[in-house]
């Protein structure tokens, strides 16, 4: 394995809007379905809300001079739509858009690149009552309305774009399993929301070629999120429910992308559950990223479940799992973070080689990767080791993946900082930056530790 990483490889870290900013009702921002769903009994632990997260909205100078001290190079947020739109369309709040350019410049003087993600689920309230959120494509329309006022307004200086964070989790999570906003449950609401989602970001990306592009001259992609499906045994069929859960999971939103249309057997699977792309949809969809984006966070084994519903059952991470008859599992011996998520390196180059045989090997750039610990404050000091084994394992992978001729042109650590972890709220903490009860930030050991990689370019041993 080459330990050094090529010249100009971009070390990142990255957080989202709901996550750290607080502030969720100042300066004119309206509600997001995030904040709503927040004051639901039962839906979030501890009943935490994101009402003042890491109050970074106030704290944006001091945060701008933590981010250059991690040593990072790129640092990837996301703006929130309801401070942009505080009605989701028309009427701008320039209060927002003050923020965003506070931030941008805030980087910009510090010579780190802004990476801006436009919708990283925290949609205005007001779109989710007209319209039913995703479920109708006039949600789509008003995204596209306010990616262009931020194209518009940011692009000048933002170069790097991200349509939609993780489209299979606002599908799954939000209207499948109903665990995250706006908490709906079902087996055929998520194929709608998906595909509402899939043509929303390609009509994005249309606008941002054909108005802003020429112009600006940045890129423009999508965030996807995949696990590592392993096959359980060597047997035919536990290796064909392997590739099926993948094409579930990734193909699902990579496939219209850099195919130009859903999976095959999620057609077979899911018949009329399943909308249809109409020849014109297809040939805008193809082709709209500028790169693969990928947030990876764990792997499990998949064995066939054909004709065993009963041994079927719904995973959060698995999807609507009785669509692909797979069952999922974890090896007995693979160490889990407290999300109870198995550390699994060698999954993340194996997904890397997937992605690279099946979409032509394009660029791509890991936006998220980490894990949360139970860490603690100990005499001022916070000693994260099993964090800095899981990026040395993960960085190690991803270095194994670039020597078979995967390319991987940077990588995000998730999070900067510990935060609002959706329905799990501040019980799970993914940063290498601690942030204590009354919000001060204390670095942990493990963004000493990043800072090196960054400086060295190397993984050592
Ligand atoms: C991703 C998400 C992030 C973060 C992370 C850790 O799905 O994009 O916002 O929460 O998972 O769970």
């Known amino acids: 394995m080459n330990k050094k990483f090529p010249e100009g490889f971009l070390w990142g870290g990255a957080t989202s809007a709901y996550q750290i900013e607080g502030a969720w009702l100042e300066d004119g921002k309206g509600p997001s379905i995030w904040d709503v769903f927040c004051m639901i009994p039962g839906k979030v632990i501890n009943h935490d809300n994101g009402n003042t997260a890491c109050d970074h909205y106030h704290r944006l100078e001091e945060d701008l001079d933590l981010i250059k001290k991690t040593g990072i190079r ?13 009605a989701g369309r028309e009427a701008v709040n320039p209060k927002g858009l ?9 980087l910009i003087q510090r010579d780190i690149v802004p990476w801006a993600t436009l919708y990283h689920w ?33 692009g000048d200086r933002v170069k790097n774009w991200i349509t939609i964070n993780e489209p299979w989790v606002v599908a ?24 509402q989602l899939i043509l929303a970001h390609a009509k994005t990306v249309e ?21 590592w499906r392993e096959p359980l045994t060597d047997s035919p069929e536990d290796r064909a429910a392997a590739q099926r859960a993948l094409e579930f999971f990734l193909g699902w939103f990579s496939d219209p992308i850099y195919k130009g249309d859903y999976p095959e057997v999620m057609k077979q699977r ?36 054909s004709g065993k519903k009963e041994a079927v059952s719904v995973y959060g991470n698995g999807g609507l799992s009785e669509d692909q008859d ?37 660029p791509v750039y890991i936006t998220e990767n980490g894990c949360a610990f139970d860490d603690q404050l100990a005499q001022g000091l916070v000693h994260d080791p099993e964090r800095i084994e899981f990026f040395k394992g993960y960085i190690r992978a991803l270095a194994e993946a670039l020597d078979s001729g995967v390319d991987v042109r940077g990588y995000f650590i998730w999070s900067l900082m510990d935060n609002f972890e959706w329905a799990s709220g501040y019980s799970k903490k993914f940063g290498i930056i601690y942030v204590d009860q009354a919000l001060n930030r204390i670095p942990k050991t493990s963004a000493e530790w990043y800072r090196r990689i960054i400086e060295t370019n190397e993984i050592g041993s």
């Open 172 to 195: 799954i999570l939000g209207y499948g399993l109903g665990v995250f906003a706006p908490g709906k449950k079902s087996n055929t609401l998520p194929y709608l929301a998906g595909h």
């Open 122 to 154: 925290d949609l205005p309230v007001a779109l989710e009552m007209e319209y039913d959120g995703w479920l109708d494509a006039r949600t789509g329309e008003a995204f596209v309305e306010y990616a262009a006022v931020c194209f518009s307004h940011f």
């Open 207 to 227: 606008v941002y070629r054909k108005q802003f592009q020429p112009v600006q001259q940045g890129q423009i992609g999508i965030t996807n999120n995949c696990d």
């Open 326 to 362: 797979v069952h999922l599992s974890i090896g007995r011996d693979w160490k889990l973070t407290t999300m109870q998520w198995a550390i699994v390196p060698w999954g993340f180059r194996n997904l890397l080689v997937w992605i690279a045989e099946r979409y032509e090997n394009p």
């Open 74 to 86: 790129a640092y990837r947020f996301s703006i929130s739509w309801p401070r942009i739109l505080p």
């Open 270 to 305: 899911l018949g009329p559950r399943l909308p249809v792309f109409s020849p014109e949809e297809q040939a805008l969809i193809r082709g709209s990223s500028d790169f693969f984006g990928l947030n990876h966070y764990t792997t499990m084994y998949a064995s066939d479940a």
């Open 98 to 106: 003050e923020f965003y350019n506070r931030l941008i410049d805030g």
